[in-house]
Antibody, heavy 117, light 108 residues
Framework: EVQLVESGGGLVQPGGSLRLSCTASGFTFSNYWMHWVRQVPGKGLVWVSRINNDGTNANYPDSVKGRFTISRDNAKNTLYLQVNTLSAEDTAVYYC??????????WGQGTLVTVSS | ETVLTQSPGTLSLSPGERATLSCRASQSVTSNYLAWYQQKPGQAPRLLIYGASTRATGIPDRFSGSGSGTDFTLTISRLQPEDFALYYCQQYGNSRWTFGQGTKVDIK
């Protein structure tokens, strides 16, 4: 059974940083592109990063470029998202997701990041 | 960036009725990389349709997707109680993934 389990969320002050993790199981992690998608509570879904199979290539939307860094450790079956210079607008549930054929076929349960003083 | 616009914002229907949800793209979607998701409160999204018309594993055949280019449709043939939820479309192209703003299907 495919499982994605996020961790690392919590309360952080404006300007602060966090590293989110996503541990994968039930599939060959190194075969898939992986992503982070966020959702402000009560609002829609927003894609925030993607990394290729071996971790050599990443993409970001302009809204987070330069502040977010996606990475992966295939030996540990783990995906990461380093988020820096956080503001209230970054408060959201952060999901990791696996992609296949342009779609996100499996999602984690999400980890909540709250940016507040 | 390709912007996806979903309509209507809310669809109020009764169980057993047919639901038709629309997703329009601001430019042609590459290779029909268009997907649909269902999301219920407190849960992660679930993939329903990918490649515009292919049902994901385990998705009932009352869900169907159609369309190409800039206009896509998700149809739920006979609404079941568990189908009342939020639905999002999503596209992939030029190393960018974008979502529509969602359509809520609620009970009339």
């Amino acid at each position: 059974e495919v499982q994605l389990v996020e961790s690392g969320g919590g309360l952080v002050q404006p300007g602060g940083s966090l590293r989110l993790s996503c541990t994968a199981s039930g599939f060959t992690f190194s075969n898939y592109w992986m992503h982070w998608v966020r959702q402000v509570p009560g609002k829609g879904l927003v894609w925030v990063s993607r990394i290729n199979n071996d971790g050599t290539n990443a993409n970001y939307p302009d809204s987070v470029k330069g502040r977010f860094t996606i990475s992966r450790d295939n030996a540990k079956n783990t995906l990461y998202l380093q988020v820096n210079t956080l503001s209230a607008e970054d408060t959201a549930v952060y999901y990791c997701a696996r992609s296949w054929d342009g779609a996100f076929d499996y999602w984690g349960q999400g980890t909540l990041v709250t940016v507040s003083s | 960036e390709t912007v996806l616009t979903q309509s209507p914002g809310t669809l109020s229907l009764s169980p057993g009725e047919r639901a038709t949800l629309s997703c329009r793209a601001s430019q042609s979607v590459t290779s029909n990389y268009l997907a649909w998701y269902q999301q219920k409160p407190g849960q992660a999204p679930r993939l329903l349709i990918y490649g515009a018309s292919t049902r994901a594993t385990g998705i009932p055949d009352r869900f169907s997707g159609s369309g190409s280019g800039t206009d896509f449709t998700l149809t739920i043939s006979r609404l079941q109680p568990e189908d009342f939820a939020l639905y999002y479309c999503q596209q992939y192209g030029n190393s960018r993934w974008t979502f529509g703003q969602g359509t809520k299907v609620d009970i009339k």
